[in-house]
């Protein structure tokens, strides 16, 4: 029998907040949280995560980024791309690209997803600065580290899915400018 389709759950029509504060925090507009209904995922579905932008980093003293899905009001981490050294040469309204892929591993009151994915930007520690060239800034992610299970997460509720992203530095600042969350179900339907 062969999978579903890719049914997109929810997309952004407009950007994110501008993220400067140096902290974790949502860089999707409100509207592009989606509610997953309790018990909708099967062992087997797909979730999908595409979303780009554009990103700003200090000199010399960059910081990290990372990128993390979060469900629920405590917003527990189910996707985490880890902490990325960022360029140290200067990098202004440089673009990123972040698309990741999980496929849920087990259901219920600690479910779990294993993810994989790549992110891309020249806003990361030894990638040529723009216009100098080459570009070799896409990295896997997790980053530095053995892909693993995500952290468990109670599926029988329902839980707010949130996009966020982490920076360790106030002296930089992302936009992300479109976000999709997608699902392709194991049954087919």
């Known amino acids: 029998m062969s999978l579903g389709y890719w049914e997109t759950l929810v997309s952004s029509a407009v950007d994110g907040p501008t993220l400067t504060a140096g902290t974790r925090a949502s860089c999707i507009d409100a509207s592009a949280k989606y509610t997953l209904a309790p018990n909708r995922l099967k062992v087997g579905d797909i979730l999908r995560i595409r979303a ?19 469900a629920g009001a405590l917003g527990n981490k189910i996707f985490d791309t880890l902490p990325l050294l960022g ?29 994989g994915g790549l992110v891309s930007s020249t806003a990361f520690l030894n990638v040529a600065a723009v216009g100098t060239g080459p570009y070799a800034g896409v990295v896997p992610v997790p980053f530095n580290t053995a892909p693993v299970v995500g952290t468990g997460w109670n599926m029988t509720v329902a839980n707010v899915l949130d996009f966020n992203f982490t920076q360790t530095t106030a002296t930089s600042s992302l936009i992300c400018h479109n976000y999709t969350l997608s699902l392709m179900s194991s049954s087919g339907f």
């Open 52 to 70: 780009f932008g554009r990103i700003s980093t200090a000199v010399t003293t960059p910081g990290n980024s990372s990128w993390d899905l979060s």
């Open 87 to 115: 360029n140290i040469v200067v990098q202004t309204t440089v673009p990123w690209w972040l698309e990741a892929e999980g496929i849920v591993r087990t259901v219920g009151a600690a479910g779990t997803v294993f993810w």
